[in-house]
Nanobody, 125 residues
Framework: EVQLQASGGGLVQPGGSLRLSCAAS????????ITWFRRAPGKEREGVSS????????YYADVVKGRFTISRDNAKNTVYLHMNSLKSEDTAVYYC??????????????????WGRGTQVTVSS
């Protein structure tokens, strides 16, 4: 059975850090483009960060550039999202998604084949 599992969310103070994990079962993550999306309360889901399989290129939404880093651990079949300098506006449910082909449009949700259940990130003092 193919599954993606996002984890690592929680409550953190502004300026703090979290590391989210996206673990796969039933397929090899390194063969897929992996993208993190998030949905904040009352807002549409948006793309946050992506790592492509063909060339390892990474992409970041402007609002997280310089604060978030995406990485792979192929031995653990896991992709991480390292989040630093967190702000209240980063509060959202975070999802990871996998695309068998590197998307032509990185934030287009229809390009993705598998989605994990979200993990809640709350940034609050």
């Amino acid at each position: 059975e193919v599954q993606l599992q996002a984890s690592g969310g929680g409550l953190v103070q502004p300026g703090g850090s979290l590391r989210l994990s996206c673990a796969a079962s039933g397929f090899t993550l390194d063969d897929y483009a992996i993208t993190w999306f998030r949905r904040a309360p009352g807002k549409e889901r948006e793309g946050v960060s992506s790592i492509y399989s063909s060339n390892g290129n990474t992409y970041y939404a402007d609002v997280v550039k310089g604060r978030f880093t995406i990485s792979r651990d192929n031995a653990k079949n896991t992709v991480y999202l390292h989040m630093n300098s967190l702000k209240s506006e980063d509060t959202a449910v975070y999802y990871c998604a996998a695309a068998q082909r590197d998307p032509r449009l990185v934030w287009k949700e229809a390009e993705y084949d598998y989605w994990g259940r979200g993990t809640q990130v709350t940034v609050s003092s």
